[in-house]
């Protein structure tokens, strides 16, 4: 085909045409980096909302953690709590056999002296001598004066002598 048109025009038409492709290339590549720019903010708003997200739930588990630490050192101190006051309970149930001991040689009246003390499950047994009946009487009765003993027992044969007495006795403790 053969153009008519003077060179002049030619080459204007020429330069529109070179300036219609540039301008279109142009907007076409300022589209593209204007597309890319707005994918990458999307992108870096996605991963910001996601590590936020994640630290959100860090801070969350952190927590969890000091509460579950918190609670099993609770339950720690609740079963040494118990385990102490078993302790206790066992100590109080105890019967502590040098205060009963003093106790029996504080109800020793004058003439009456211990030669054997024992301690077992059934109680406390003793053996003595006496000087005379009226003494071990005052012993007998001192002992059951005492709230710490629910029976005292002397055996009927400890009272067939009047003077110079060996005598044993059995001494049951009284229930708390």
């Known amino acids: 085909m053969m153009n008519l048109l003077p060179?002049?025009?030619q080459e204007k038409l020429k330069?529109?045409?070179?300036?219609?492709?540039?301008?279109i290339l142009g907007i076409v590549?300022?589209?593209a980096a204007l597309s890319l720019a707005m994918m990458l903010m999307l992108v870096g708003n996605f991963y910001s909302i996601r590590i936020s997200s994640?630290?959100?739930?860090?801070?969350e588990k952190a927590?969890?953690?000091?509460?579950?630490?918190?609670?099993?050192?609770?339950?720690?101190?609740?079963?040494?709590?118990?385990?102490i006051s078993l302790l206790g309970e066992f100590y109080d149930s105890q019967v502590k056999v040098s205060g009963l001991?003093?106790?029996v040689s504080d109800a020793l009246p004058?003439?009456?002296?211990?030669?054997?003390?024992?301690?077992?499950?059934?109680g406390i047994n003793i053996k003595g001598s006496a000087g005379d009946r009226d003494s071990l009487v005052a012993f007998k009765n001192n002992l059951e004066a005492l709230r710490v003993f629910g029976k005292v027992d002397f055996p009927p044969d400890n009272w067939l002598k009047s003077e110079d007495i060996s005598f044993g006795a059995q001494l049951e403790l009284a229930k708390k």
Request: a negative charge.
């Open 54 to 59: 994640l630290e959100a739930n860090a801070t």
């Open 7 to 9: 060179p002049t025009w």
């Open 15 to 23: 330069e529109d045409e070179i300036f219609k492709t540039v301008s």
């Open 101 to 103: 001991f003093s106790k």
């Open 110 to 122: 004058t003439g009456v002296v211990l030669t054997d003390f024992s301690y077992g499950a059934g």
């Open 29 to 31: 590549a300022v589209c």
């Open 63 to 83: 927590q969890e953690i000091k509460i579950f630490d918190v609670e099993i050192q609770a339950k720690d101190a609740a079963e040494f709590a118990a385990q």
